[in-house]
């Protein structure tokens, strides 16, 4: 049997919109905007609808981190030395590589730059607004700014999540939305 492979095309996106706690409405369960989720939230939604953001992206990724602590005993004379791990939940990253924009008004690098440490909600998605894809919180990070003369300027940002996303995976007509919440749904209503 061969792999099933997963490539992005050319419709891929990453979309970013500031958490407004002032919505109607507004709960901070929220992983998308409007309390939309994973299966519903699409690109209109976000800050970034319509301004081309996604065609600076270079690469798109959420990184899980394992979160794990170790208790060490020390040996005794009846027992040898032991370490037991203990496994918490994954941390993520919202990994971001994009060429930079500084000379465009409304774009990617303002935008990091002017919401610096604000809370953000998140759209990551490999096929517009089709699954898979996946929607969070994060908190934003300015960009880099300059580099190297004669050469397209790019940079890298690691935008740390602030709890586990929900993913949709699957495609249109066969996915299963799981929550970071840990709930599970087969062919959730887009």
């Not at 993520?92 to 303002?110: C, E, K, N, W």
């Not at 759209?123 to 300015?142: E, Q, S």
């Not at 700014?145 to 050469?151: D, L, M, N, T, W």
């Amino acid at each position: 049997m061969d792999p099933a492979i997963l490539t992005i095309g050319d419709n891929g996106v990453v979309a970013l919109t500031v958490v407004d706690k002032a919505a109607p409405s507004y709960s901070a369960a929220w992983q998308a905007p409007g309390g939309k989720t994973a299966a519903t939230a699409t690109l209109a939604d976000y800050t970034d609808a319509g301004s081309g953001w996604s065609c600076q992206i270079t690469s798109g990724k959420l990184t899980p981190s394992k979160n794990v602590t170790r208790r060490d005993r020390a040996a005794t004379f009846c027992a040898p030395a032991s370490s037991t791990p203990t496994p918490s939940q994954s941390t993520f990253a919202l990994d971001v590589s994009f060429f930079q924009d500084a000379h465009v008004r409304d774009g990617l690098s303002s935008f990091l730059y002017e919401n610096d440490t604000v809370e953000a909600f998140f759209l990551l998605g490999v096929d517009g607004d089709n699954p898979p894809r996946a929607v969070g919180r994060v908190i934003i990070v300015a960009g880099g700014f300059g580099g190297e003369p004669q050469a397209d300027l790019t940079d890298s940002i690691s935008l740390d999540v602030v709890r586990k996303p929900d993913v949709v995976f699957g495609t249109a007509g066969n996915s299963r939305l799981v929550t970071g919440a840990g709930t599970v749904t087969d062919n959730p209503a887009a």
